[in-house]
């Protein structure tokens, strides 16, 4: 037997699971996350199942799935990573929804890139009502500072964040990283449902269940209700 193997052999993930599960308030704000991802991912794939870009929606979905499994395997710095991918495929679906050309530029030719900048840059001269409903949410702040936080987790940039083993064979549950991550899971679901409310919503909304315009519309105020101006049923 090799060493990777009897490594990992040494590792209880059924323990760790088990022991993360039994934590129910944890496991139902993850759950609630996935939840509204995967309805999100469903109204879109109903309204624009045609679309060459629905492939980012599908990244955004699996994305959450692999979050909330590495959460329960006590895995809180990749996690991060998952995250970050969940928010940057809701973004390129923004964008390349409307650019099939720069869509399939960006499967040709490997040096290509749209950066996060320039993408929330481009709803801001594009999108015609995207600012009034950004600045209603407080959408950009918000977005940039969760991706400044979230991005200095997965770069290491922050030593030890999240990280609560030195040694693979001692990964185990561990409640204030655990709750770190669920936390910071919630803030990239809500600000991923945030952007899509300020820049999808406004052309797709019509074809969307009524019951799925309650859920993505939970929680906002009057005033973020009137500025989106989004029906709720």
């Known amino acids: 037997m090799s060493h990777l193997q009897s490594t990992f052999k040494v590792i209880d993930w059924n323990e760790i699971s088990e022991t993360s599960l039994k934590e129910a308030s944890l496991m139902k704000r993850i759950e609630t996350c996935a939840e509204l991802l995967a309805l999100w991912a469903k109204q879109i794939e109903e309204c624009e199942k045609n679309n060459p870009a629905i492939g980012f929606v599908r990244e955004m979905q699996i994305a959450s799935q692999y979050v909330a499994a590495l959460i329960v395997l006590g895995l809180y710095k990749p996690a991060a990573a998952g995250m970050r991918t969940v928010a940057e495929t809701m973004l390129y679906f923004t964008y390349f929804r409307h650019h099939p050309i720069e869509l399939r530029t960006l499967v040709r030719r490997d040096s290509y890139y749209v950066s996060k900048a320039e993408i929330v840059d481009y709803h801001v001269k594009h999108s015609a009502t995207f600012s009034k409903c950004q600045n209603a949410l407080n959408l950009k702040d918000r ?12 770069h290491g940039q922050i030593p030890g964040a999240w990280v609560t083993f030195t040694a693979i064979e001692d990964v185990s549950f561990e409640v204030d990283a655990a709750t770190a991550a669920v936390t910071n899971f919630e803030r990239c679901v809500e600000i991923t449902n945030d952007f899509l409310l300020c820049t999808l919503a406004q052309d797709s909304w019509v074809g969307f269940s009524g019951s799925s315009k309650a859920r993505f519309l939970k ?15």
Do not use: C, H, T
């Not at 929680?219 to 049923?233: F, I, M, P, V």
């Open 143 to 154: 977005f940039d500072k969760w991706y400044s936080e979230i991005s200095g987790v997965v």
């Open 219 to 233: 929680g906002k105020s009057g005033s973020q209700r009137a500025a989106l101006d989004l029906d709720s049923a």
